[in-house]
């Protein structure tokens, strides 16, 4: 498998890939572990590291930004934007529009290769 799956995988799609696969599996876990005392947020982000540079792939206008460490947070991007996600589907919205941001050239083995 691939990170996406072929095409951007979709949800329910057979060749549909890692992400896709492990976000229907928390968000399963989520449902199945109801439990009123429990509060689940989950939050997704969608960067690139392109010739050094970290970009926003969610706010394209974010660019330089900086990995940081912090005793609480730990190691972070400053400047990452996150969105609040309730389902898969929402997920794999924010995996189509990021995609669309990623710079992207062909190689000898993989015709969309970010590098």
């Given at each position: 498998?691939?990170?996406e799956?072929p095409g951007?995988?979709?949800?329910g799609?057979e060749?549909?890939?890692?992400?896709?696969?492990?976000?229907e599996?928390?968000?399963?876990?989520?449902?199945?572990?109801r439990?009123?005392?429990?509060?689940?947020?989950?939050?997704?982000?969608?960067?690139?590291?392109?010739n050094?540079?970290i970009s926003?792939l969610?706010?394209p206008?974010?660019?330089n930004?900086?990995?940081?460490e912090?005793r609480?947070?730990?190691l972070?991007?400053?400047?990452l934007s996150?969105?609040l996600?309730?389902?898969?589907a929402?997920v794999?919205?924010?995996?189509?529009?990021g995609?669309?941001?990623?710079?992207?050239?062909?190689?000898?083995?993989?015709?969309?290769?970010?590098r």
């Amino acid at each position: 498998f691939t990170m996406e799956g072929p095409g951007g995988g979709g949800l329910g799609n057979e060749l549909r890939g890692i992400i896709p696969r492990s976000m229907e599996d928390i968000f399963q876990f989520l449902h199945q572990s109801r439990d009123p005392r429990r509060k689940f947020n989950v939050r997704a982000s969608y960067l690139q590291i392109y010739n050094e540079v970290i970009s926003d792939l969610l706010q394209p206008d974010r660019n330089n930004l900086l990995i940081r460490e912090d005793r609480r947070r730990g190691l972070f991007v400053e400047g990452l934007s996150e969105w609040l996600c309730r389902s898969p589907a929402e997920v794999q919205t924010l995996m189509t529009q990021g995609s669309a941001a990623r710079a992207t050239a062909q190689t000898n083995v993989n015709d969309a290769s970010s590098r």
